[in-house]
């Protein structure tokens, strides 16, 4: 991945370089046609993906969340903002109909001088419609049209981050329930060590040192109980937020130790990459850049519109109705006006430089991501088991310390430092398991949506 495909992904990039008109020190980053997620926007998260780990609670939790998260329905009404805003840049290119319907009364004397009152109704439609002949609204609707799209993508970064955040969350509740259970059996086990160096304190066998040292630590023990209780309240709390939900218990699956997640295959394409939603957002935020630019430099040029009226005036001293009508055209070009329209073209150049920057900027950030996630499911994988061997020597020599201390071939204190080194070494490995789970989940998050034999080999074609 690292050799073949990231360069694969670096060439694609480069390629979205080109000229383009713009102001001196303008950014040239100009996505092509094919640079499009491959699924596009609007996709559903693979579901096939977390079935991968073998838990159907896993895949019920972020199925729930996709459905009832708030950031999510947030995100959906950004999109139909942005739709309804892209409808009226499009409405403002077709003609403007309008209908009136004046009405006039008039209390006047005749040529005997008597008073009398005249009646008038005159309706009237007007149309009026702007040429654009410099495509000034043409670049104002492509622009909310590509807000629009870029919305979308929004849409999805967030459904994407939200049901990584699941997996990340329930992986570390897991995490914690094996905590709490090495906890409670280490709780145990200290205990059972107290209760013989109680009964070895009364008879006189040994002294009272080491009775305190093996209160101590059961007392330390006893303190991890709570604390992952606690933390495991907290876990089920912001799990209850993510899926829309009060707070109160999640229901619990396979243990930490049985989830398996799917193989990552050699060669993983980094065309995989064009899936992900924030890199389609920046595309289509540059795309609208791009079209305000170019609405705002249409704006220094002449705007050119045509009206016309057409209506009829009935009125009580007329014997028949009238027909009226108007048609006229008009071009309004800027004179003065301060430098404004100069300086909008000007900050709309700045921000199309700012969205180009921003778009390459998530490239290279898709990089990062998928190196460190690819790295931490190699290293975390390493560590692991590396900790497994530490672990099982450690017990292998709490073991023999036990046994030696209950001979009486050795002192409390061999026994004592068995005890703590293997609890630390069941906590580190709790710990490194859960990391490695959540690389996968980061790396499946890097690509924006997992991978399948099918995604691999259609990029590889």
Do not use: K
Not at 141 to 166: F, K, M, T, W
Not at 444 to 450: K, T
């Amino acid at each position: 991945m690292r050799a073949t495909g990231l360069l694969a992904l670096a060439a694609t990039l480069a390629a979205c370089a080109g000229p383009r008109t713009s102001p001196p020190g303008a950014a040239a980053v100009v996505p092509p046609p094919a640079w499009r997620t491959a699924l596009g926007p609007g996709q559903p998260i693979r579901a096939d993906w977390w079935q991968a780990f073998g838990d159907p609670v896993l895949t019920g939790l972020v199925d729930r969340a996709l459905a009832d998260n708030d950031d999510l329905a947030i995100a959906v009404a950004r999109i139909e903002q942005a739709r309804a805003t892209a409808r009226v840049a499009r409405a403002q290119r077709t003609p403007e109909t309008s209908l009136g319907v004046p009405t006039s009364e008039a209390r006047t004397l005749d040529a005997f001088a008597n008073p009398y009152t005249a009646f008038g109704v005159s309706p009237e439609v007007s149309v009026s419609y702007d040429l654009d002949l410099f495509g000034r609204l043409r670049a104002s609707s492509a622009a909310a049209r590509a807000q629009a799209l870029a919305s979308v993508g929004a849409r999805d970064a967030v459904r994407l981050a939200v049901a990584s955040a699941v997996a990340t969350g329930y992986i570390g509740l897991r995490a914690l329930d094996l905590r709490l259970e090495v906890a409670r059996q280490t709780l145990a086990a200290r205990g059972e060590a107290l209760r013989i160096a109680r009964r070895r304190a009364e008879t006189g066998y040994t002294s009272n040192l080491e009775l305190r040292q093996a209160e101590g630590e059961y007392h330390a023990t006893e303190q991890l109980v709570p604390q992952a209780q606690l933390a495991i309240t907290r876990a089920e709390d912001s799990l209850n937020l993510l899926i829309g939900s009060v707070p109160g218990p999640i229901p619990r699956g396979l243990p930490l130790d049985r989830l398996q997640p799917p193989p990552v295959p050699d060669g993983l394409p980094a065309d995989l990459l064009r899936r992900r939603p924030d890199l389609y957002q920046a595309e289509q935020n540059l795309v609208a850049a791009d079209r305000s630019l170019d609405a705002a430099r249409a704006a220094l040029l002449p705007d050119v519109s045509l009206t016309g009226s057409v209506g009829v005036l009935f009125s009580t001293i007329l014997a028949n109705p009238i027909g009226v009508f108007s048609l006229g055209g008009s071009v309004l070009a800027p004179v003065f006006d301060g430098g404004r329209r100069r300086a909008q073209a000007d900050a709309s150049a700045a921000a199309r430089d700012q969205a180009a920057f921003a778009y390459r900027r998530a490239a290279i950030a898709a990089f990062r991501d998928v190196d460190d996630a690819l790295a931490g499911v190699q290293r975390s994988g390493q560590q692991a088991v590396a900790l497994t061997g530490q672990r099982d020597a450690l017990a292998a020599a709490l073991r023999n310390a036990s046994n030696r201390y209950r001979a009486g071939y050795s002192g409390y204190i061999d026994q004592l430092d068995a005890q703590r080194g293997l609890l630390s070494a069941q906590l580190a490995l709790v710990q490194a398991t859960a990391d490695r789970l959540d690389a996968y989940v980061a790396l499946y998050q890097a690509l924006g949506g997992g991978w399948s034999a099918a995604d691999v080999t259609a990029t590889r074609r």
